[in-house]
């Protein structure tokens, strides 16, 4: 599979193999909130806040503003148009609100972007210093009732990505053989697609646990489907004999897809105590006192 398939782009018209895209080529992270099919069944928030629920299409189209970030505060890179700016700064006065400041340190800057394409928000690490990150948000989801979601699932790519978790490469693979043959050189760390996992991060225990090598190898042959439309039939078959370990379709797109909408249940949900696999996932954040502990502090402003 060539580098350009793995972009910056709507997950619908790409092989799932474009969410190790989100670590491969492009250090993209992606929610697709067609595919995520949401069934979020949120625990009851604290009182008199609220819980927007709703789904939302999204764009792959180039950032139409662009913002640097220090602490909460924006500095614009160029001149934003009007309704970019006034959106913008509604996506990122709800980011601030639920994201305390000493936990996105590694977020360099801001971009919104236009369109109409399946893509509802994005992370992605800058061209001049992986360890650094940026949110990329659709316009449309400043009036969009679940932004909330969106962002808490963003921000758990930040929470699991960043480069005390994963110490990033200096360079991604830029092939896929290449993006194998660096897989293979971390383990039994698993290799994100931005470096190897530290042991013991989240995500090298997540996948340790939850993502065993037979389940690996099958979504590797899904991966391996060219045919786009082949491919959509592929993965929601996979997701379909496996639904018993994801909490939606969408986290069976890739293990960095299954963390955050695992973590985005754990902020939403009551801790469950079902005996799925999908509640074990759930149920794996409870085990950290420091996430329980976010959860809450982000939980206030629900």
């Given amino acids: 599979m060539t580098p350009k398939r793995l972009l910056f782009t709507a997950l619908l018209a790409v092989p799932a193999l474009v969410l190790a895209a989100a670590a491969v080529v492009a250090g993209v992270a ?33 950032p139409v503003a662009r913002w ?84 808490i699932h963003e921000f758990g790519h930040l929470l699991t990505l960043n480069a005390d978790q994963v110490p990033p490469d200096a360079e991604a693979p830029e092939t896929y053989t290449g993006y194998r043959r660096r897989t293979r050189q971390c383990a039994p760390l698993y290799y994100t697609g931005e470096g190897c996992a530290r042991n013991g991060s989240y995500i090298d225990e ?43 379709p969408y986290a069976a797109t890739h293990p960095g897809e299954d963390v955050a909408e695992s973590w985005t249940s754990f902020v939403l949900e009551r801790k469950p105590s079902g005996g799925s696999i999908a509640d074990e996932k759930i149920r794996f954040f409870w085990e950290y006192p420091e996430l329980v502990a976010l959860r809450e502090q982000i939980r206030t402003e629900l």
Avoid: C, K
């Fill in 30 to 62: 992606i929610w697709d909130l067609e595919l995520a099919a949401l069934t979020y069944e949120p625990e009851p928030p604290p009182p008199q806040a609220e819980t927007p629920a709703g789904d939302v299409a999204g764009s792959e189209e180039a």
């Fill in 68 to 151: 640097h970030v220090d602490g909460n505060e924006l500095t614009p890179i160029g001149t934003p148009g009007v309704r970019a700016a006034r959106e913008a700064q509604v996506i990122w006065d709800r980011f601030v609100e639920l994201t305390p400041v000493d936990q996105r340190t590694m977020v360099a800057e801001f971009e919104v972007f236009d369109g109409s394409t399946d893509m509802a928000a994005a992370v992605t690490q800058t061209e001049a210093d992986p360890g650094r990150w940026i949110l990329s948000v659709h316009l449309d989801e400043a009036r969009a009732s679940d932004l909330d979601e969106v962002l």
């Fill in 206 to 248: 997540f996948v340790e646990r939850f993502w065993p090598p037979e389940l690996l190898a099958e979504l590797e042959e899904v991966d391996a489907t060219e045919d786009e439309d082949e491919w959509e039939e592929a993965q929601a078959d996979f997701a379909a004999r496996h639904e018993d370990r994801f909490v939606t």
